[in-house]
């Protein structure tokens, strides 16, 4: 038992920090089914005319016909005409990767062919027709040092069942004879050729295209967004899975998150190409880096104050309100200083997106020497829906303010009744504060996507600790 204690003790060590070490994406990016089919048919595309410029070598050799003797022959200047890839699928395959499955290709080649026989010579054309071609093609993919997505063949097979070829000239029949042998051979160079284009397309095509995904996106001045993969890509039996870090960051000092991503379980839905899924952790690490950086601030002065409102912010205005104003600073301008004395949290659950945030507004009076003199510390908290659309392939956002309540924190100017200032809390949170942050909001947030592509058809759906956004998706050749 002695001996057994110290390598259970170990085991339940190495557990614990491996389960401590796990990393949670804070945004995570499914690519359905439909979503795989999509990319194949351009994929596939793409192979296709790659392979209808394969340059194939020259074929020459001897052999013994009865009868005849020994022929040289010589096959030159091969050109394919054409190669169609009509019926194409691409599964992905449970911990390994993506399988795309190529059959009843075809392709049609012509040439020159070249024949000494003792010392007869002859030369004419040929037809070369391949059928039922297929080609079978395993993709790994992975992620590199920086976080962005990679892909590479994990092997590839292709098997030509049918080629029929004609020669045409005075010893054409000479050729008909041993035809087979040539096909055979014709077979075999083909079928490697086409392997070798397979591997080079997914080199200079594919990997170079997933490189363009963004690892990080800059947002303004203050922050930026952290979307490098946090593991490679993970194949399901219906999607693929990529789990990105999905988190806002300071760009002038990064520094760590004091909380944890939370697990997202997405639903089994695969109405759209592809869905991303917005972790509470996302938007509140958004929250956490405009605080710290001291950008939740907002100097309201009189100039700032809709005309249409009929209100000025100076001592007259709040005198009504709290009467000492009048005498104490006559007649002076004020501003109103609103900052958030926390990051603001915002909660994502079924039924909908919703923060509680608290603002302290510090009054002051100006002073006909400019500086400012403390009047009052209001504490506002508000109950705030929010929520969340994309636009122009951006996470847009708006605000919706319940209900403010007020108390007093702190007063300069004695005694007074909070509530009474309730109504010019509302004008100006509702006129200006609010306005102000749904512009901003407005503006949105890049999702995480490579060159050329469009979202459409977005639906969103609200979860316990996410958002799921789920779109279709267009891809936009180049002009």
């Known amino acids: 038992m002695g001996a057994r204690s110290p390598a259970l003790a170990c085991t339940v060590l190495a557990t614990c920090l491996a389960l401590a070490g796990a990393v949670h994406p804070g945004f995570e990016v499914r690519i359905t089914q439909a979503g795989l089919d999509y990319a194949r048919q351009y994929g596939v595309a793409v192979l296709e005319k790659k392979l209808s410029q394969l340059r194939l070598p020259d074929i020459s050799g001897d052999f013994r016909v009865r009868h005849v003797g020994k022929v040289h022959y010589e096959i030159s200047s091969l050109n394919l005409r054409s190669f169609h890839l009509p019926n194409s699928q691409i599964s992905p395959i449970p911990n390994v990767g993506l399988q795309v499955s190529i059959s009843s290709a075809f392709a049609k080649v012509d040439g020159n062919w070249r024949v000494k026989v003792h010392f007869i010579r002859d030369h004419g054309s040929f037809d070369l027709k391949v059928e039922n071609l297929s080609i079978r093609i395993g993709l790994k993919l992975g992620s590199d040092a920086s976080g962005k997505p990679t892909a ?21 029949w000479l050729y ?64 693929l899975d990529a ?40 938007f509140n690490t958004a929250g956490l880096t405009y605080h710290a950086a001291g950008a939740l601030v907002l100097e309201l002065t009189d100039s700032m104050i809709p005309k249409g409102l009929g209100f000025h912010l100076n001592t007259s205005a709040f005198s009504a309100f709290v009467p000492q104003l009048e005498k104490m600073y006559p007649d002076m301008l004020m501003k109103l200083r609103l900052s958030a004395p926390a990051a603001p949290f915002l909660s994502i659950d079924p039924a909908g997106l919703s923060l509680r945030p608290v603002v302290d507004i510090q009054a002051y009076a100006i002073l006909p020497s400019s500086s400012l003199a403390p009047l009052f510390l209001l504490n506002l908290t508000a109950n705030v829906s929010a929520s969340i659309d994309v636009k122009s392939s951006r996470i847009v956002g708006n605000l919706t303010v319940g209900r403010l309540r007020l108390s007093l924190k702190h007063s300069d100017v004695g005694p007074f009744q909070v509530q009474t200032l309730q109504s010019i809390m509302n004008i100006l949170a509702s006129s200006i504060l609010l306005p102000r942050l749904n512009a901003r909001l407005g503006q949105g947030f890049p999702l995480p996507l490579p060159d050329r592509i469009q979202l459409s058809n977005v639906v969103v759906q609200s979860h316990q600790n996410f958002l799921l956004l789920g779109a279709d998706v267009h891809y936009e050749r180049r002009g």
């Open 152 to 172: 590479d063949t994990s092997d590839c097979s292709t098997h030509i069942s049918d080629v029929r070829i004609h020669f045409s000239g005075k010893l054409g």
């Open 176 to 239: 008909n004879l041993f035809h087979s042998a040539i096909e055979s051979r014709f077979r075999r160079i083909l079928e490697s050729k086409v392997c070798e284009n397979v591997v080079s397309s997914v080199h200079s095509e594919l990997q170079p295209y997933l490189q363009t995904l963004p690892v990080t996106a800059k947002i303004d001045a203050v922050a930026g967004i952290d979307y490098s993969l946090v593991a490679p890509p993970a194949a399901t039996a219906q999607s």
């Open 243 to 282: 789990g990105l870090k999905g988190e806002f960051f300071s760009v002038a000092h990064r520094s760590a998150v004091p909380f944890p991503p939370p697990p997202l379980a997405f639903p089994p839905d695969h109405a759209r190409m592809v869905y991303f899924g917005a972790s509470s952790y996302f």
